[in-house]
T-cell receptor, first 113, second 111 residues
């Protein structure tokens, strides 16, 4: 596609449920990032993929969070046993790799009630 | 925790004035980037400055980098109402993979 696509754009879920957030990066981009942004804050790094592998997952807050990128393109961020504190906008970005800009999607606004 | 810290947190100016935002960071970096965000959703890349560069221009934007002080500034000249947004600096740590964002400066340009 023309840009990074994230689905759904909004997700409301009940506390304790499982959610999956999807990111379609720009075709050919090898690097993919997930960030989480709370109101009034900057994006908080979660995980970075280079190809299919997670090169740095040090930002994942706990073992309820997991992300995959099985074919080196689409990525899914998975959150188990959601908590109200997980409510935020989840941003995905991709880049060709190397020292270059990242292209961001519009984000998924997750609300846990 | 965030590495970059922007200053000021919020800035309100009149259309036509210049806006200056500052960013400080803590560790050695490969490069520093500035991004813009409207309405709390997708970020748009503005400019990248490498650690061996001191100044860079792009249209009405001017970015400086002082690695000895671990700081950067973003200057927007002749601001327009459409420049109203949040502006973030982001650093790529040397030897690492992740890009770390600051908390941002909220710029409001009054028409």
């Amino acid at each position: 596609g023309a840009g990074v696509s994230q689905t759904p754009s909004n997700k409301v879920t009940e506390k304790g449920k499982y959610v999956e957030l999807r990111c379609d990066p720009i075709s050919g981009h090898t690097a993919l990032y997930w960030y989480r942004q709370s109101l009034g804050q900057g994006p908080e790094f979660l995980i970075y993929f280079q190809g299919t592998g997670a090169a740095d997952d040090s930002g994942l807050p706990n073992d309820r969070f997991f992300a995959v990128r099985p074919e080196g393109s689409v990525s899914t961020l998975k959150i188990q046993r959601t908590e109200r504190g997980d409510s935020a906008v989840y941003l995905c970005a991709s880049s060709p790799g190397g020292v270059t800009e990242a292209f961001f999607g519009q984000g998924t606004r997750l609300t846990v009630v | 925790s965030q590495q970059g810290e922007e200053d000021p947190q919020a800035l309100s100016i009149q259309e036509g004035e210049n806006a200056t935002m500052n960013c400080s960071y803590k560790t050695s970096i490969n490069n520093l980037q500035w991004y813009r965000q409207n309405s709390g959703r997708g970020l748009v890349h503005l400019i990248l400055i490498r650690s061996n560069e001191r100044e860079k221009h792009s249209g009405r934007l001017r970015v400086t980098l002082d690695t000895s002080k671990k700081s950067s500034s973003l200057l927007i000249t002749a601001s327009r109402a459409a420049d109203t947004a949040s502006y973030f600096c982001a650093t790529d740590e040397r030897g690492g993979f992740k890009t770390i964002f600051g908390a941002g400066t909220r710029l409001f340009v009054k028409a």
